[in-house]
């Protein structure tokens, strides 16, 4: 028990300082972590997927807010594309959370996982492009902002593994790209938390009788990781404000590039 208390403790406190140091949902840990647990509890196979991903997105609604909350007060937020994004995300990422206890997520991931490769090699050599005109693309906003609400909903991911690069490549600076990403981070966590809480897995009569669990949310790993998420969210973040963009970009590349490793993993093997 102590060590199944510790290694959430340990969790929470690399997701929070991912979260706060790259904007992002720290899903990218978050959901092997979980499928690690799940096997170890001996869940069915079939439904592990999805129940990583529900308590990951669940998760993430408590450890975003600090961080989101952190880059606004260091003024590394656009208002105005969040405001153009937010229910949009928001409204796909709990259709996301609906749809996917019915589709099979391995062509998808593979997908995702050559787009986080692309995403790094934009930023790593900086492929921006001359007219960098983010701001005025309302439609192209609303347009990212629904797609990356469906994306992240079936990965559990906090969407700023796509988003930060989008940003970058549109032409914000890193830490605005950064700290815009994390607010809307929020908007994808608290949908995909609420879509975890109500939408069960298709095969729920196999979990039924196992305890802590609404919906598709293991409700100890939420809260344990989650509250020990906080602290050092607010330290990533204060962390990334201090960061030279240069480094924070490559930084952010390497993170992608793991992140697209594991999910090749994962499908693979």
């Known amino acids: 028990m102590f060590e199944f208390f510790l290694g959430l403790v340990l969790l929470g406190i690399l997701a929070g300082l991912l979260s706060g140091f790259f904007g992002i949902g720290s ?38 807010p600090m961080a ?17 994004m937010f229910w949009m995300a928001f409204a796909m990422t709990l259709f996301g959370r609906y749809i996917a206890l019915f589709i099979e997520s391995s062509t998808l991931q593979i997908i995702i996982a050559i787009s986080l490769i692309l995403a790094a090699l ?8 001359k007219s960098k005109n983010l701001q ?6 609303i347009f990212v902002a629904g797609l990356l609400g469906l994306v992240t909903s079936f990965v559990g991911i906090g969407g ?8 970058l490549y549109k032409g914000l600076d890193p830490h605005k790209a950064i700290g815009t990403s994390s607010l809307m981070g929020f908007a994808l966590a608290v949908s995909g938390a609420l879509g975890a809480l109500l939408f069960a897995p298709i095969t729920s ?3 039924e009788f196992i305890e802590f669990f609404v919906g598709s949310a ?25 960061t030279d963009s240069k480094y924070l970009k490559l930084a952010f590349s390497i993170l992608i590039i793991i992140a697209a490793l594991r999910v090749f993993f994962i499908t693979f093997l």
């Open 205 to 207: 009569k196999e979990i």
């Open 68 to 84: 989101a909350y952190i880059h606004f007060k260091n003024n590394n937020v656009e208002l105005e594309i969040v405001k153009k």
């Open 27 to 64: 899903g990218v840990i978050l959901v092997p972590a979980y499928v690690f647990l799940f096997n170890l509890l001996d869940l069915p196979q079939e439904i592990i997927p999805i129940l990583a991903t529900g308590t990951s997105m669940t998760t993430m609604a408590i450890t975003i």
């Open 136 to 141: 005025k693309s309302s439609f192209e906003l």
């Open 160 to 167: 700023g593994i796509l988003m930060v690069p989008y940003f």
């Open 122 to 129: 934009q930023i790593a050599f900086d492929f921006s492009p």
């Open 218 to 242: 293991f409700l100890p790993a939420v809260i344990i990781t989650g509250l020990s998420s906080i602290y050092f969210a607010r330290l990533g973040a204060n962390l990334s404000a201090k």
